[in-house]
């Protein structure tokens, strides 16, 4: 489906996002499912079976059921499922198509994407079809992403990596400031420890090596290019004692910041 034209697609009636009643079942017809249905729990708990094999559902429980598919399902009184559904039809070859279950882990934007494709046709909206090909294509792109993106493990891997190098470019963008571990830590939504940890893994050098590397290395720039002495550089910089400055300075660069000016 990555390569289907959202024009292609066939829009059904049955569509809802609902809350279901405590007796609530889905029982096996015997006629087969007919067409697709893109099938999401939001919250409860319960069980569908789907071609004699039963899956146990909660929130982020998807399925993409397929035309012969045979289906049914049953839920727990007391932890009431709430499902969206959406019917739909293609009508060209279809050549990838996702799988037919999976447990979505970030669910914001494909939750939104549901709820836009239904409000689409509650109010009635202008062109609600046109958008609703889009959004419903959007949400068969998300599928297959999930599917070909390998284990969450993998996905909260790249998002802490994405977070340490954001604080690494934000260090860098600023480093006169004298930041502190607790204040970058919650800046990538991390305990102080075990953001210090990811730090020194993914950089190669602990947050305050870091921090005075990237000082210095702009000190080198403003003492060469900026035509600044070394008073103001160690000022701009955040330096109280310019005696340290420059020892820091020839620590770490082999000269003092006279020899640079």
């Given at each position: 489906?990555?390569?289907?034209?959202?024009?292609?697609?066939?829009?059904?009636?049955?569509?809802?996002?609902?809350?279901?009643?405590?007796?609530?079942?889905?029982?096996?017809?015997?006629?087969?499912?007919?067409?697709?249905?893109?099938?999401?729990?939001?919250?409860?708990?319960?069980?569908?079976?789907?071609?004699?094999?039963?899956?146990?559902?909660?929130?982020?429980?998807?399925?993409?059921?397929?035309?012969?598919?045979?289906?049914?399902?049953?839920?727990?009184?007391?932890?009431?499922?709430?499902?969206?559904?959406?019917?739909?039809?293609?009508?060209?070859?279809?050549?990838?198509?996702?799988?037919?279950?999976?447990?979505?882990?970030?669910?914001?934007?494909?939750?939104?994407?549901?709820?836009?494709?239904?409000?689409?046709?509650?109010?009635?909206?202008?062109?609600?079809?046109?958008?609703?090909?889009?959004?419903?294509?959007?949400?068969?792109?998300?599928?297959?992403?999930?599917?070909?993106?390998?284990?969450?493990?993998?996905?909260?891997?790249?998002?802490?990596?994405?977070?340490?190098?954001?604080?690494?470019?934000?260090?860098?963008?600023?480093?006169?400031?004298?930041?502190?571990?607790?204040?970058?830590?919650?800046?990538?939504?991390?305990?102080?420890?075990?953001?210090?940890?990811?730090f020194k893994e993914m950089t190669g050098m602990s947050v305050q090596t870091y921090m005075i590397r990237t000082r210095i290395e702009r000190a080198q720039h403003l003492l060469?290019?900026?035509?600044?002495?070394?008073?103001?550089?160690?000022?701009?910089?955040?330096?109280?004692?310019?005696?340290?400055?420059?020892?820091?300075?020839?620590?770490?660069?082999?000269?003092?910041?006279?020899?640079?000016?």
């Open positions: 489906m990555l390569h289907v034209s959202p024009s292609s697609l066939v829009l059904l009636p049955a569509f809802a996002k609902i809350v279901c009643e405590p007796g609530w079942k889905w029982q096996k017809r015997e006629k087969p499912m007919a067409n697709y249905d893109l099938f999401y729990v939001w919250s409860g708990e319960g069980e569908v079976v789907l071609n004699g094999r039963p899956y146990k559902v909660g929130k982020g429980s998807c399925f993409l059921f397929r035309p012969g598919d045979h289906t049914s399902a049953t839920h727990d009184p007391q932890k009431p499922l709430v499902l969206t559904y959406i019917h739909f039809d293609v009508n060209e070859q279809v050549d990838v198509i996702p799988e037919a279950y999976r447990r979505l882990h970030e669910v914001v934007d494909f939750e939104y994407l549901l709820s836009r494709y239904v409000r689409l046709f509650l109010i009635q909206t202008y062109a609600a079809e046109e958008e609703a090909r889009l959004v419903l294509k959007m949400l068969l792109i998300h599928l297959l992403r999930e599917d070909n993106e390998g284990p969450v493990e993998r996905k909260a891997s790249n998002q802490l990596t994405e977070s340490i190098h954001e604080v690494a470019n934000y260090i860098r963008q600023n480093p006169g400031i004298a930041h502190r571990v607790e204040d970058l830590a919650k800046r990538a939504q991390l305990s102080p420890r075990y953001f210090s940890i990811k060469m290019h900026a035509g600044m002495n070394v008073t103001e550089v160690a000022d701009a910089l955040g330096y109280r004692d310019i005696f340290f400055f420059s020892r820091q300075f020839k620590q770490y660069t082999g000269k003092s910041p006279s020899e640079i000016r």
